[in-house]
């Protein structure tokens, strides 16, 4: 039974708007409250690996249960485990002595999992997630004496682990189920384990289970995976179209996301933006405000379908339907001509990347402030919705630049694969006349202008919109306070 939907509209909106940005003096003690106690994680997959070496590195007591037959068939999980030199066993050898079990299996595994799980953990163990569905949306009863927390990084795995790698952290949604918390302990176990992944460094929120759900779900569906599937798809084939070289259209997008949106990383929308010259940036602005006007709807729908529940009610049909969908639209990914496309050897310099790909800045700026309007028109806090558009987009557009879009699909976790799918395979067909417009003035050769004349007084308005916007007086504040994090270690 989805547990958001039996609260009453009073609780859901007091867990909704719950996001408080924690002092980094709040994690003076570190992994303290863990040291000693032995941690447990359930599933060696993209987060599993990953927060379990950073924990490690951190100094806590980590090992690994794999049910068995991964075990028996050395399966990769098992490889990256015990390729690591951690201890693994199965459930049954390790969770009967277990502190903390963190599940870090596929969400649609979860109510198994804990279901095989939860009987064998000992008398007051804490259990841990990091994202929150089979709560949330599924409705996971657990037992009373047993203390649920989340722990929830705002990236990929292959990011938790690099980031951690240089000295840092990801930013990180911590939460205590308000129905498990018999000792009132929750908060600190999931502060030391925040610690223990190096999210501390990075910034985290106090948050709850249910605005984690709702904002990670709308984010992935969206901008972090949706746009930047939908617009790779679209801009390749209108290259293609238009006698753009096949090669250099292929590289121009697979790098171009990660080149461009490296521009948001540092200065958010005003610096992607002010990276073109002044007549491209006022082409994209209005690219991106037309972008805005036909994708809205879409976004909105997302988030309504999201906050109802019949997101998670129609995919959890598809996973009763041996996933049928997740797998089709895969294999139709993996047919689009830009997936099949293999990139040019030619140079493409970081400049030439945002003065050829104008129209990717427009996806970029469009996606991230409609992922951001939506979210915080349904009650997520500011700094949730930061997190979930702006911030995470290089980090996921990073994933492309590695190998595409398969990549970006097998690193991401199978739910916001399935949400990427459901959101390109209705934005494509909807920007269909759109496309047809474009030409490659926007898309592939750049603007080519003799001078760059415009005119003072629309470039000041445009600015102008373009730094007011809500997201960029949260992000100049969240930014700065990641930058001095940075400094004080
Ligand atoms: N992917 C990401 O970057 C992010 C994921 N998350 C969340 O983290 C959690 C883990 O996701 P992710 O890391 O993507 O997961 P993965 O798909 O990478 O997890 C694979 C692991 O789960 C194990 N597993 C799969 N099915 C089962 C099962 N039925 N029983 C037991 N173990 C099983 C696999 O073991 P085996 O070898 O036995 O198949 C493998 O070890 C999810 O809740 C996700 O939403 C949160 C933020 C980002
Ligand atoms: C963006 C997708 C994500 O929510 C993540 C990496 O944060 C996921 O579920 O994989
Ligand atoms: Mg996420
Ligand atoms: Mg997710």
Wanted: charged share 25%; net charge negative.
């Amino acid at each position: 039974m989805n547990y958001f939907n039996t609260l009453p509209l009073r609780v859901q909106l007091q867990q909704l708007g719950k996001c408080r940005f924690m002092d980094s003096a709040e994690f003076a003690d570190g992994v303290n409250k863990l040291l000693g106690k032995k941690i447990v994680i359930v599933g060696c997959g993209a987060q599993g690996l990953n927060q379990g070496l950073n924990m490690r590195d951190s100094g806590l007591d980590i090992s690994y249960a794999l049910r068995a037959e991964a075990i028996a068939e050395k399966r990769q999980s098992w490889k990256n485990a015990s390729e690591n030199g951690f201890n693994v066993g199965t459930y049954e050898d390790l969770i009967p002595t277990a502190d903390l079990v963190l599940n870090l299996t596929p969400d649609k595994q979860h109510t198994a999992v804990v279901k095989q799980v939860m009987p064998l953990m000992k008398q007051g163990a804490c259990l841990a997630y990091s994202h929150g569905f089979n709560i949330v949306e599924e409705g996971m009863q657990i037992r009373d004496d047993l203390t649920v927390i989340m722990v929830a990084p705002k990236c990929p795995g292959s990011e938790v682990r690099e980031e951690y790698k240089r000295g840092f952290g990801v930013p990180t949604l911590i939460a205590v189920h308000p129905e498990n918390d018999p000792n009132g302990d929750g908060l600190e176990i999931a502060k030391a384990y925040a610690a223990g992944t190096g999210g501390h460094r990075a910034g985290v929120l106090e948050s709850s289970f249910i605005a984690e759900v709702k904002s990670d779900l709308m984010g992935e569906q969206t901008i972090l995976c949706g746009v930047l599937q939908t617009g790779s798809i679209l801009c390749y084939n209108r290259m293609i179209e238009k006698g753009v070289d096949a090669g250099y259209a292929s590289k121009l997008v697979q790098h171009g996301w990660e080149v461009i949106s490296e521009g948001l990383k540092h200065g958010g929308i005003t610096n992607m933006m002010d990276r073109l010259s002044n007549p491209a940036k006022l082409v994209a602005n209005s690219l991106a405000a037309e972008l805005k006007d036909i994708m809205g709807p879409l976004f909105q729908k997302h988030m309504d379908d999201i906050m109802s529940g019949e997101f998670s009610r129609v995919m959890m049909e598809d996973w009763a339907n041996d996933d049928i969908n997740l797998l089709t639209w895969r294999e139709q990914t993996g047919e689009t001509a830009f997936e099949k496309s293999t990139a040019g050897s030619m140079d493409i310099s970081e400049q030439e990347y945002y003065d050829n790909g104008i129209l990717m800045a427009a996806f970029l700026k469009a996606g991230v402030e409609l992922a951001f309007e939506t979210m915080t028109d349904a009650g997520i806090i500011e700094e949730s919705a930061y997190y979930e558009s702006l911030h995470e987009t290089p980090l996921i557009a990073n994933l492309i630049g590695r190998k595409k879009l398969y990549e970006m699909n097998k690193v991401i976790s199978d739910t916001a694969e399935y949400g990427c799918y459901l959101f390109s395979h209705a934005a494509v067909p909807l920007l269909e006349d759109f496309m047809q417009k474009v030409d490659t003035d926007v898309i592939g050769k750049g603007l080519q202008l003799q001078d760059n004349n415009v005119d003072n007084a629309e470039l000041i308005a445009v600015n102008q919109s373009i730094r007011n916007h809500p997201i960029e007086i949260v992000g100049r504040r969240l930014r700065s306070y990641m930058t001095a994090m940075k400094k004080a270690i």
